[in-house]
């Protein structure tokens, strides 16, 4: 990966922890994560992370599946309540 994406994803990854209850999900479904918490589109992070739009859609349905919630803004209220709580 290399590019303007690589970066951003980097300086996000270096500022986002992620807490340890969250290792259900795997390494692109993390990166996918801290993405969505940074407000990007499914069209954004494709482009960030060099994938097709439909993986990242397959990602996200994944990644809330999880989680347990519904829509994008649940899992990051959910993220946000579980970094308080770690």
Known sequence: MQ???????Q?????LEL???LEILSNR?????????????????????????????VHVNHILSKLQVEHRSQAIAKLTKLRLVN
């Open 3 to 9: 590019g303007e994406g690589h970066r951003l994803l």
């Open 11 to 15: 300086s996000v990854s270096s500022t």
């Open 19 to 21: 807490p340890k209850s």
């Open 29 to 57: 479904e993390r990166e996918v994560l801290k993405l969505l918490v940074d407000g990007m589109t499914n069209k954004q992070i494709a482009e960030a992370l060099t994938l097709r739009l439909g993986t990242v859609k």
